[in-house]
């Protein structure tokens, strides 16, 4: 069994940056590509980074976010800039695309003045 676990969320000021990280622990081996995902309250998760042997970003974070991986600590990190309220949403980890892997509890980022 796999556990995920995010963290590094919280309030921060329009324009400023957070960084996220996500520790997989348990029957990790050989994951191709691992993905942040949002979700918004009243709104579905949505995928907004990939990374494999190269990283895919959905539009609203390309140019702001950077994703990456450290596979010899099974980590996954999202560099979040230029945050603005729209990326106000819980952020998650997992495989991408989504595997049996059970969600973590995300973390809560809030952009706010």
């Known amino acids: 069994q796999v556990q995920l676990v995010e963290s590094g969320g919280g309030l921060v000021q329009p324009g400023g940056s957070l960084r996220l990280s996500c520790a997989a622990s348990?029957?990790?081996?050989?994951?191709?590509?691992w993905g942040w995902y949002r979700q918004a309250p009243g709104k579905q998760r949505v995928e907004i980074a990939r990374?494999?042997?190269?990283?895919v970003y959905a539009d609203s974070v390309t140019g702001r976010f950077v994703i990456s991986r450290d596979d010899a600590k099974n980590m996954v990190y999202l560099q979040m800039n230029s945050l603005n309220p729209e990326d106000t949403c819980v952020y998650y980890c997992?495989?991408?695309?989504?595997?049996?892997?059970?969600w973590g509890q995300g973390t809560q980022v809030t952009v706010s003045s």
């Open positions: 997992n495989t991408a695309p989504v595997s049996d892997f059970q």
């Open positions: 348990g029957m990790v081996f050989n994951i191709r590509t």
């Open positions: 990374v494999g042997v190269s990283a």
